[in-house]
């Protein structure tokens, strides 16, 4: 049976894809994390319980670690997750986002080239992200696998730099390597410092929702599943060499999902329809702040057969409904540590 490797398996989407994998994958599943702030085991205990997953917590930046782990378990897959992926965070603080995005990257590539040696039925799946694009003007067509990057933050750039290190590997070395790039995500599991989850629950607790700037930025918004099936299409069944764009065709701007979220916490709460609206408050826009992202997703589709299934506004009301089941996770995660980078982040804008 084929093992595969899952790294930051016990984050947002990488616990989401373990949880998927474990239900359709035979094999071995190792999941390799460094539970940093918004990686929690808790995500995929009950999978670690039922030994569904292997969990190793550790550095992708730790090579000697990586090189133990390759030569253990003698993967046939790697899905590469483990990144720093917050824009606001990388724009405080550049450089952890530089090791671990080009650093582990690179890590991984070369413990993954130096293991297979050219041998056949391996695979490098690195996920990375629409933000390597920069931004859209709003009748500019969406990105595609041949739009030139042009990334606007430190974060965008790392992820850059990574996706540029898995095409080298790949054309230089032949390494079985596939990038795939993604929207913006959205579902169960998702660290409470992004968009919808930070809104979802400061709504419930009647606190106020910072907006950047006008709100009018626009993101092509991708539930998680959808995500995750992707992947594993891509897994299954995706081209050594090629990119695949994946997208949910859901363009929102912020201000609507915001307006939508308000409205399924009013209903979830039974609160008079436009209370938590009220909540929301105009901040100073961050800098390099990107006004608009849109993804051609046409290729995934018609080679691999893959469809987004869920929508936003139906998704909505059943996800504030699992951040309203599931306090404990969100008490859990909502440490001092995060409660001092939100201060830290809005109380002055």
Not at 118 to 124: C, D, L, N, Q, S
Not at 212 to 228: A, E, I, N, S
């Amino acid at each position: 049976m084929t093992a595969w490797l899952i790294t930051g398996g016990a984050g947002f989407i990488g616990a989401n894809f373990a949880r998927m994998a474990a239900a359709r994958h035979a094999g071995p599943l190792v999941v390799l994390d460094a539970l940093t702030y918004a990686g929690n085991v808790a995500n995929i205990a009950d999978l670690i319980e039922a030994r569904r997953v292997q969990f190793h917590h550790g550095d992708i930046c730790d090579a000697a670690l990586v090189d133990r782990l390759f030569a253990t378990y003698r993967f046939d897959c790697v899905v590469h997750f483990a990144a720093e992926s917050h824009v606001d965070r990388s724009i405080l603080g550049p450089q952890p986002f530089l090791r671990t995005n080009i650093g582990g990257t690179h890590v991984l590539l070369d413990a993954a080239r130096r293991a297979w040696n050219g041998e056949a039925g391996r695979r490098f799946i690195h996920i990375s992200t629409d933000e390597v694009f920069g931004d859209l003007e709003p009748g500019d067509p969406p990105f595609a696998e041949r739009t030139p990057y042009r990334p606007s933050s430190p974060y965008a750039a790392s992820k850059a730099a990574a996706d540029h290190l898995v095409r080298v590997w790949q054309r230089t070395y032949g390494l079985p390597a596939i990038v795939i790039n993604c929207g913006n995500n959205y579902g169960p599991w998702q660290f409470p410092e992004k968009l919808i989850p930070l809104m979802i629950l400061n709504a419930v607790e009647g606190r106020e929702l910072p907006v950047y700037g006008d709100g009018l930025q626009v993101r092509d918004w991708l539930h998680v599943t959808d995500h995750c099936r992707a992947v594993m299409a891509v897994v299954e069944k995706g081209e050594v060499g090629h990119t695949y764009l994946v997208g949910g065709d859901e363009p929102r701007t912020n201000l609507e999902v915001v307006s939508y979220i308000c409205r399924a916490v009013d209903g979830a709460l039974d609160r008079a329809p436009g209370t938590s609206e009220k909540l929301i408050r105009h901040v100073k826009d961050r800098p390099g702040h990107d006004r608009r992202y849109a993804l051609d997703s046409s290729f995934l589709r018609g080679s691999l057969g893959w469809r987004p299934l869920e929508k936003l506004e139906t998704a909505l009301p059943a996800l504030v409904r699992w951040y309203l089941d599931h306090k404990d996770w969100t008490d859990a995660v909502r440490s001092g540590a995060y409660r001092q980078y939100y201060e830290r982040q809005y109380a002055e804008r």
